[in-house]
């Protein structure tokens, strides 16, 4: 049994609001999965969505959520939850037998992984996403993995930049000459409402959205200075000094902050990211957004 074309977003934050977004403005019925009935909330129902409240590692609170429901997206917060969370909508999704698609929010390194991995370059949140995938696999739901590589929308774009730039005009970062291709919130969310929309051709696939072209750090802070009209420059902080100035004053949990600091930053200096991808404009239609034009619109954000 299928049920119709209404779609849960588990994680309506992020990508998931931004995906609730663009299934809206197409008339897609949504409905939204949140933790608590408050001003974010409200501006769902405001947007027409569908809002029950709940918490994906209560098997209840799943399957209160997926009547009739017949494709889902699942995303959730860096948390040491991810893989409860997986199984129990697994679990829960496979009693019901009435999804036709369960579109799964991953990162793109999970790819190298294997089941026997040391753990020495990879966080916790990284096995999390990877045990995730196998899980899901193993479900026999109709599946598909988004993987996409770091986004411009992450502080180390945004909010960390926009200060050392006014400041200096530099980017600092321990990411050495490693090569990466971010990716905005806008282009993956994207691949994820046009696989919503119309899943049958995706089913089984993985897409790894990422930027138009691979660069190292030289290369984007060159893009923010043709974007920004003014120099910035590169400057490569070592690790250590970077978590003890920045990311320990941060105040995160332990868990987002080891995730932090080695999905961003050892995976970035070993290189783990230069991998290229078209997958956003292959599965959309629309090229994926330049550093240059990402910034542009944001002028004033990191000019002050």
Partial sequence: M????????????????????????????????????????????????????????????????????????????????????????????????????????????????????????????????????????????????????????????????????????????????????PVAVDDVARVVATVLRDPAPHIGHAYEPAGPRMLDMTEMAEEFSRALERPVSYVDVPLDRWRAEVLAKAGLPPHVEQHLATILVRLHQENRYDAASDDVERVTGVPVQTIEAFVAARRDFYLG
């Fill in 2 to 181: 299928v049920a119709g074309n209404l779609v849960l977003i588990a994680g309506a934050g992020g990508t998931g609001r931004t995906v609730l977004d663009q299934l809206r403005a197409q008339d897609v019925p949504v409905r939204a999965m949140v933790r608590r009935d408050d001003e974010r909330a409200a501006e769902l129902r405001a947007l027409g969505a569908e809002v029950v409240v709940g918490d994906l590692t209560r098997p209840e609170n799943v399957a209160a959520a997926l009547e009739g429901v017949g494709r889902m997206y699942f995303a959730m917060p860096v948390s040491p939850d991810h893989l409860l969370a997986a199984t129990v909508v697994a679990t829960v999704a496979r009693e019901r037998g009435e999804l036709e698609a369960l579109v799964g929010m991953s990162q793109m390194a999970v790819s190298e992984m294997a089941a026997t991995g040391t753990g020495t370059a990879e966080s916790h949140q990284h096995r999390l996403h990877w045990l995730a995938e196998q899980v899901l696999d193993w479900s026999g739901l109709p599946v598909v993995h988004i993987r996409p590589t770091v986004f411009l929308e992450n502080p180390l774009f945004t909010t960390l930049a926009a200060r050392s730039i006014r400041e200096n005009g530099t980017i600092a970062l321990p990411f050495g000459t490693g090569r990466t291709a």
